[in-house]
């Protein structure tokens, strides 16, 4: 029998990210479950899949480090040759097949389109079922502004002009009929992402429960956290950051590996949550969309009083325009980018230069590696393995005190570390 297919089109800033990078680093756990979460299309996000079936001028905001130096034609025509093999390879034991491409929803915008996905999993799968979480649309937007940053936009935040006419994206009445009457109205799974109609109020858990896959995943996991907004301060520092670019010889372009290093930094020094519209903003844009979402409640939702939850109201009024860049606020997020930027390169140069220390050790070259070990201790003062193979060197050398000197800078600074430990029984030992 063919597996059953779970197919998971978003939206975007619904936690895809985070079910995409939980699913893929977990793949010899799903395969031991008997589901298959396939590698071709992506190792966490399968945008490879609705990207092959869409003409190349509409894939220029994918990542460019997605074509692997062969350019967008010939890695698509790989992946196409790379899926079909995997796909007709899969084990016996294979009882589901999942696959997460929230550019399902946004590049798959006609009936034609989503046909031809379907066409393409058809011959490998049985039951096929669509799995969409919606958010409601002011909140989409915001948060869709850090994004926006990320492919370089960087004007300041503010939410469309328009309503579902000119956003098709929003209309999620027509975006589900649409995929509906392609896979039946059986197969679709739509969703509501909100904490408190989500499993435990996670995105993660919900998505895992609605595919009955039993993966355990901890709650401090880091792949739980991904594609995260910012804080106010690190939005400015963005910006300012892509005026900046944008006014240099070499320009500003969301292709630029400078340009996509540095707001990973940001995202990953600086994870808030984003820009907010003041909610008579937020209502306003809203109001445009009550019909769509009313015909969404009606059809889908019908025990549910309101598709979304009410706005809150505000007794302050909205602000005259977008919020201009703070310079203070980047400032201050630009002094904590640095700091742990300079934390990190002095980490990497101190474990480097343990490294080597250890390797001088065992060739029998002790002033090599003593050299090499004070340099590690320079960059970071107590860090652990160069402080093991000091302590170690100075035990040799007969130098109790030295050792124990050692021990009582790891024993402050790790001290649960294996490094301490050994310390600890060679003095004991010795």
Same mark, same amino acid.
């Not at 010899?28 to 071709?40: F, K, M, N, W």
């Not at 009882?95 to 929230?102: D, F, G, M, N, T």
């Not at 340009?259 to 306003?284: M, V, Y």
């Not at 002033?367 to 035990?395: F, G, K, N, T």
């Given at each position: ?278 909610? !008579?903003?937020?209502? #306003? ?9 009313? /015909? $969404?409640? %009606? =059809?889908?939702? &019908? +025990? ?88 170690? !060197?100075?035990?040799? #050398? ?9 021990? /009582? $800078?790891? %024993? =402050?600074?790790? &001290? +649960? ?14």
């Amino acid at each position: 029998m063919k597996p059953d297919l779970l197919l998971h089109i978003g939206q975007s800033k619904t936690g895809t990210s985070s079910i995409q990078r939980v699913l893929g680093a977990r793949r010899a756990a799903l395969a031991r479950l008997g589901v298959c979460y396939p590698a071709s299309p992506g190792w966490a996000n399968h945008g490879m899949l609705p990207a092959s079936l869409v003409p190349l001028s509409r894939l220029g905001h994918f990542n460019p480090a997605l074509w692997d130096g062969i350019g967008a034609e010939a890695r698509l025509s790989r992946f196409r040759r790379e899926f079909q093999a995997e796909m007709s390879g899969l084990p016996a034991t294979t009882r589901l097949v999942i696959l997460s491409a929230e550019q399902c929803g946004g590049l798959l915008d006609t009936r034609e389109l989503i046909t031809a996905l379907r066409d393409l999993l058809a011959p490998h799968v049985g039951r096929m079922r669509v799995v969409i979480y919606l958010r409601r649309q002011d909140q989409h937007a915001a948060s869709g502004y850090t994004q926006a940053l990320r492919v370089a936009h960087v004007g300041p935040p503010m939410l469309p002009r328009h309503g579902p006419e000119a956003l098709p994206h929003y209309d999620y009445a027509r975006q589900l009929d649409d995929w509906a009457g392609v896979f039946g109205e059986d197969a679709m799974l739509p969703r509501i992402f909100e904490r408190p109609r989500l499993l435990n109020g996670d995105a993660v858990d919900d998505f895992l429960a609605l595919a009955e896959v039993p993966l355990q995943v901890p709650a401090e996991d880091p792949d739980r956290q991904s594609n995260l907004s910012l804080t106010p301060g690190g939005i400015d520092l963005v910006r300012a950051m892509g005026q900046h670019l944008k006014a240099s010889p070499a320009g500003l372009t969301a292709a630029s590996p400078l340009w996509r290093r540095f707001t990973q930094a940001a995202s990953e020094a600086l994870p808030g949550r984003g820009w907010r519209p003041h909610p !008579a903003e937020a209502a #306003a844009f809203l109001a445009r969309f009550e019909q769509v979402n009313e /015909a $969404v409640r %009606r =059809r889908w939702f &019908p +025990d549910q009083p309101t598709l979304f939850e009410p706005l809150e109201p505000s007794a302050t009024p909205p602000p005259a325009g977008p919020p201009p860049l703070d310079p203070e606020a980047a400032l201050e997020a630009a002094c904590i980018l640095l700091e742990q930027d300079l934390r990190a390169a002095a980490l990497r140069e101190a474990n480097q230069l343990a490294q080597i220390g250890a390797l001088h050790a065992r060739l029998g070259e002790a002033p090599q590696a003593m050299a090499a070990l004070r340099a590690a201790i320079r960059a970071v003062p107590d860090h652990p393995m160069a402080q093991q193979h000091l302590a170690e !060197a100075a035990l040799r #050398a007969g130098d109790r005190a030295g050792a124990e000197a050692h021990l /009582a $800078v790891l %024993r =402050r600074a790790h &001290p +649960d570390h294996a490094a301490t430990a050994r310390v600890e029984r060679l003095l004991t030992l010795a």
